[in-house]
């Protein structure tokens, strides 16, 4: 695969957004901003988000929706690496913000879910009705990990569940293209778990003792990270050690694509026929652009 370098000296980018003008919006999670990137590798500030920004969607009404870590990473500066390491003890918890392109106003919009604090808000994905599914990732204690979960909200901040929870490390998060899936990567279990939606918002019974349906366990010591959709449904997962993107097929067959970065995050799709496609390399710092063999899934809102 021919791979472009769009941009580098980014502080741990993730949760790239193509827009509609060709620009890529990203965060950067060590830099605690959302950051757009044009073609010509140009950078500017969008808006400053304080705490960890991790992934980031356009809503219905134009804005971009972030989720906020809070900060759970500590940052460990290894042979010209950037690499998340364990979550700092003044780590409160984290939130939903929503920002505004033109202002750079920032809201937070959510903290919490039936009283209990958010951990580590990760990736996001929105619905044709509106409303987004979203994973909290967890984060580390002196003791031990805290669980995180799969989670839904209304943009307008008057509701938010927790359909599934107790995953070890939830992370990216897609919907398949008929809406009847939603997917998520699982990062330290290097699973894909399927779950079949009944309604908006909402999870078909569990059968049996399985939160959910098995895609496929990655073989060997290979992390999953953020993701998107594939037009013919199959699901690209930044893979970290084995840095590169992983394009799961449902039946559970997998294909890998390296990137030159052992932490590679994300993956978003963009351009007339939709195959043009953004990588991010988060310990390099590094922005790619690629063909891809396959048209993405084109997202229910841009801006």
Request: with cysteine.
């Amino acid at each position: 695969m021919d791979i472009q370098l769009v941009t580098d000296g980014l502080k741990f980018p993730e949760g790239p957004i193509a827009m509609a003008d060709g620009s890529i919006i990203l965060t950067e999670i060590e830099g605690q901003t959302l950051t757009r990137v044009t073609p010509d590798g140009k950078k500017t500030v969008v808006a400053e988000t304080g705490g960890g920004p991790n992934g980031a969607a356009i809503g219905p009404d134009g804005k971009i929706y972030v989720t906020n870590n809070g900060g759970s990473f500590h940052w460990i500066k290894q042979n010209g690496l950037t690499i998340p390491g364990p979550t700092p003890p003044e780590h409160k918890g984290g939130y939903i913000q929503r920002v505004d392109i033109a202002s750079g106003k920032v809201e937070t919009i959510y903290d919490s879910c039936d009283g209990e604090p958010l951990n580590g808000p990760n990736d996001l994905v929105f619905d044709k009705q509106g409303g987004f599914w979203f994973t909290d990732h967890g984060c580390g204690t002196p003791d031990g990990r805290k669980h995180g979960a799969l989670l839904y909200a209304k943009p307008d901040g008057s509701h938010i569940s927790r359909p599934r929870g107790h995953f070890i490390s939830p992370n990216g998060v897609g919907l398949s293209p008929d809406e009847t899936v939603v997917y998520m990567a699982d990062t330290q279990l290097g699973r894909l778990w399927a779950f079949d939606i009944e309604s908006p918002g909402v999870l078909k019974a569990q059968e049996g003792f399985g939160p959910g349906r098995v895609i496929c366990n990655l073989q060997g010591y290979q992390l999953l990270d953020s993701l998107a959709v594939e037009a013919s449904g199959k699901v690209c997962v930044a893979t970290i050690i084995n840095g590169g993107i992983t394009a799961f097929d449902p039946n559970g067959t997998t294909e890998h694509f390296p990137f030159p970065d052992l932490i590679t995050t994300n993956i978003c799709f963009g351009g007339p026929d939709m195959r043009d496609a953004w990588i991010t390399c988060s310990s390099t710092g590094t922005l790619y652009k690629c063909r891809w063999p396959r048209p993405g899934l084109k997202l229910n809102f841009n801006a």
